[in-house]
């Protein structure tokens, strides 16, 4: 029987919770949340199934349907409520008052935006981006997977089919060696990558480029550019083959914290704002 990528994500996040009690805490938040955004997902498979609309010829940020999504967000910033850090639930909380024309226009401004980084510890503004990220997240995800394979031009920075900024890179087994992919932040899709090639600024040459790892944790690694400073991490499938680079991204705190007090600053931040 053939696991769903959500059944894989929240089964990878009890089992890193267990091997890495240093990142127990946030993998509990993601527990619920990725619980939450596997029903939204099934949800929209089951809501859209008949329904028109969808186009897999349309540009996916073109997309947007707020009346089908909009009925599950009160639900989502009460779960928010319940299990987040207080700047994040206090937020929530804020704009559960706003109701519906707030939610839109949140919902609907992220959406359409440049996909910039936001921080759960930032400012209100920033909180309610992450909101709307972690919700918009399945959603986009479905409508991705309802896409056939892309074959981009070049080695784009961000995503080919959203526009979104990579949240890890993947390296897997090709030949001798290992071929390198980015996933996308928002909807999950996976596109080719050069390995020498810094997914911030572009620079390509060798020694402005490296990565570190730690022995406790070999299968991630910190891929940093001495050009622009950018770091972003990067899951080695070949060393552990089960690891699911968007949960075993969120589990090695350790490897950001050494990055930033090296000088180096994440691409983008991920959903417990780190």
């Known amino acids: 029987m053939t696991t769903s990528p959500w059944d894989r994500r929240i089964h990878r996040a009890n089992e890193l919770a267990s091997l890495f009690p240093f990142a127990?805490?946030?993998l509990s938040f993601y527990l619920r949340i990725a619980k939450f955004q596997q029903s939204l997902y099934t949800q929209l498979h089951q809501l859209s199934a008949n329904r028109p609309g969808f186009s897999s010829d349309r540009p996916l940020r073109e997309e947007l349907d707020l009346k089908l999504i909009l009925p599950k967000f009160s639900r989502f910033l009460s779960l928010i409520g319940e299990i987040a850090p207080e700047p994040l639930a206090e937020a929530a909380a804020d704009l559960a008052?706003?109701?519906p024309p707030a939610w839109e226009e949140i919902l609907a401004g992220?959406?359409?935006?440049?996909?910039?980084?936001?921080d759960v510890n930032g400012e209100s503004g920033n909180s309610e981006r992450l909101l709307a990220w972690i919700f918009l997240q399945p959603y986009a995800e479905y409508l991705a997977d309802r896409r056939g394979p892309t074959t981009p031009d070049g080695t784009p920075f961000t995503c080919p089919l959203c526009g979104g900024k990579p949240i890890v890179g993947v390296l897997r087994?090709?030949?001798?060696?290992?071929?390198?992919?980015?996933?996308?932040?928002?909807?999950?899709?996976?596109w080719a990558f050069r390995r020498l090639y810094c997914p911030a600024c572009g620079e390509e040459r060798?020694?402005?480029?490296?990565?570190?790892?730690?022995?406790?944790?070999?299968?991630?690694r910190v891929d940093v550019c001495d050009t622009c400073h950018t770091y972003l991490k990067s899951v080695d499938l070949t060393k552990i083959g089960l690891a699911v680079p968007v949960v075993d991204e969120l589990a090695?705190?350790?490897?950001?914290?050494?990055?930033r007090a090296h000088g180096y600053r994440k691409l983008q931040f991920n959903m417990l704002g780190m």
């Open 97 to 99: 008052r706003g109701g």
């Open 110 to 118: 992220f959406w359409h935006s440049d996909m910039e980084s936001v």
């Open 24 to 26: 127990a805490e946030g």
């Open 252 to 259: 090695t705190i350790p490897l950001d914290l050494w990055a």
């Open 173 to 190: 087994r090709e030949g001798d060696g290992a071929k390198k992919s980015l996933i996308c932040m928002l909807c999950a899709h996976e």
């Open 206 to 220: 060798e020694p402005q480029l490296a990565f570190y790892s730690s022995p406790e944790i070999a299968h991630v």
